[in-house]
């Protein structure tokens, strides 16, 4: 899990991006407000500053956690649970994991993963789960929590230009370094359960010291069947699927695909081609949800995740299969974990490359890339 698919060594790539025009009169009056805090230039942008809403608190009101705690995995502390969400990311053999119950009051890790520094990010509201390289052009910076939203998703702002970062999609919208898009370091969502039998030798961040209580988690039944209402969005809920279903989502450049969880659920191990990619996912219907529901009584919903690689490997194309529950690949037999590697067999050793995915709420992936292929059944797969 080192590296992801279509991902480079630069940092902050340069990409095409339309500029708007000059301010008009009510994004004139937001501007004038947000003058009294930012200094961000805003006449670099591609949104419309009337399309970003407030979350109700001040910038880095909700504190981003700047030196994060680890403990061993032989180690952890006390109160994870063996199918608590956790934010897996490997880098240079460096394998850490961060709970979704510390993130849920921060939204940003800021910290070094394998000697690379990194930006660990998840939007609540949005469940999308995001790590990025935070250097640019070789100077490292510090991603902060603006406060505000746009699509109810996350708007970061960095250190040095105080330019605003879309969160699902690592571009800049505002400010100087707008025509700029982060780099996304592979990450996979899985229970800590999963996280702690792969890497007996990871890390996994404890919880800040403070007055900050994690017990009570936020956002009680906000990922519950009957929230059809996301919080602070204001667009049009994509019909095919519930606002916040669950997707596995992807987007390798031939165009956005999302694998409905429900469709993973009755089919852990999917074999599928975007473009000209051969691609797996894999799903474990074993982690639970980072939120309370509100309908079963204050306890956490088994929702599942999944792991995407592609299924190419030194020039062969494998397919895989689930066999009493083992992941095993149709050409050697070689047994596989949730995390693309190899662990018995012909192939033992060998690793699958990742592919960058989220496991997002449906309504906000789809806001972001409407023109999304969603695959609910195995006909869509055969279909495209």
Not at 7 to 12: K, Y
Not at 155 to 181: E, N
Request: proline share 5%.
């Amino acid at each position: 899990m080192n590296s992801g698919a279509n991902t480079t060594t630069d940092n902050a790539a340069f990409v095409d991006v339309e500029l708007l025009g000059d301010l008009d009169d009510t994004e004139r009056r937001i501007a004038n407000g947000l003058r009294r805090v930012w200094t961000t230039n805003w006449n670099q942008r591609i949104i419309n500053l009337g399309s970003v809403l407030s979350g109700g608190v001040p910038r880095d009101g909700i504190p981003p956690i700047d030196n994060p705690r680890y403990e061993s995995t032989a180690n952890a502390p006390d109160w994870l649970d063996p199918e608590e969400p956790v934010i897996a990311v490997e880098i240079n053999g460096d394998a850490r994991a961060y709970p979704l119950n510390i993130l849920l009051r921060h939204e940003i890790v800021n910290t070094e993963i394998g000697g690379e520094p990194v930006a660990v990010t998840y939007c609540p509201l949005c469940n999308s789960s995001l790590v990025f390289k935070s250097t640019i052009d070789g100077v490292r910076h510090r991603f902060g929590v603006s406060g505000l939203l746009r699509n109810s998703d996350l708007i970061m702002w960095d250190d040095k230009t105080q330019s605003w970062w879309q969160q699902l999609t690592g571009d800049a919208i505002v400010g100087d370094y707008v025509g700029r898009r982060l780099v996304q370091v592979a990450a996979q969502v899985v229970s800590w359960e999963t996280f702690a039998n792969e890497f007996p030798n990871g890390r996994v961040m404890d919880r800040p010291g403070g007055r900050t209580s994690y017990e009570n988690t936020p956002y009680t039944g906000y990922d519950d069947s009957i929230n059809t209402d996301p919080f602070l969005f204001l667009g049009t809920v994509d019909p095919r699927a519930a606002a916040i279903d669950r997707v596995s989502a992807i987007d390798l450049g031939s165009g956005p695909v999302a694998y409905h969880f429900d469709f993973l659920s009755e089919n852990p191990v999917v074999n599928d081609v975007i473009g000209d990619t051969p691609i797996l996912i894999l799903f474990d219907n074993s982690t639970e949800s980072a939120f309370r529901s509100s309908i079963q009584r204050g306890e956490f919903a088994t929702v599942g995740s999944s792991t995407t690689f592609l299924r190419d490997l030194n020039g062969r194309i494998l397919t895989f299969s689930a066999i009493d529950g083992v992941i095993v690949d149709d050409q050697t037999g070689s047994t596989w974990s949730r995390f693309g590697k190899a662990k018995s067999g012909e192939l033992a050793g060998e690793e699958l490359l990742p592919v960058l995915h989220g496991d997002h709420f449906w309504f906000a992936w789809a806001a972001f890339k409407p023109d999304t292929a969603l695959i609910l059944e195995k006909a869509d797969l055969l279909a495209r």
